[in-house]
């Protein structure tokens, strides 16, 4: 499976920002998908998932105001970001696999995201 991240960039805070990850490959019917992100020196975090049966989930810091997508038809997910802060600096990685939020099969190279203050 290859993954692709695009819609990155410099915001404001307050701001929205829409990332999208496109699948390409033999994607297995059970894999998940998630976004995970890793600022300058701290640990990597889960962000959010979506697993293959639709179920969502987020980390507590991004809940209501980050939504995560996906298209299957298309082989794509997104995650839509508004209400953007500086702490959500950092770089997103799309992800996918059975343990998206710990061990993912699959990665993307990433995408920046910079919240101005």
């Known amino acids: 499976v290859q993954l692709v991240e695009s819609g990155g960039g410099l915001v404001q805070a307050g701001g929205s920002l829409r990332l999208s990850c496109a699948a390409s490959?033999?994607?297995?019917?059970?894999?998940?998908m998630a976004w995970l992100r890793q600022a300058p020196g701290k640990e990597r975090e889960f962000v959010a998932r979506i697993t293959w049966n639709s179920r969502l989930a987020y980390a507590d810091s991004v809940k209501g105001r980050f939504t995560i997508s996906r298209d299957t038809a298309k082989n794509m997910m997104y995650l839509q970001m508004d209400d953007l802060r500086p702490e959500d600096t950092a770089i997103y990685y799309c992800?996918?696999?059975?343990?998206?939020?710990?061990?993912?099969?699959?990665w993307g190279q990433g995408t920046q995201v910079l919240v101005s203050s």
């Open positions: 490959g033999r994607i297995p019917s059970y894999y998940n």
């Open positions: 992800v996918a696999g059975v343990d998206t939020d710990i061990s993912p099969s699959d």
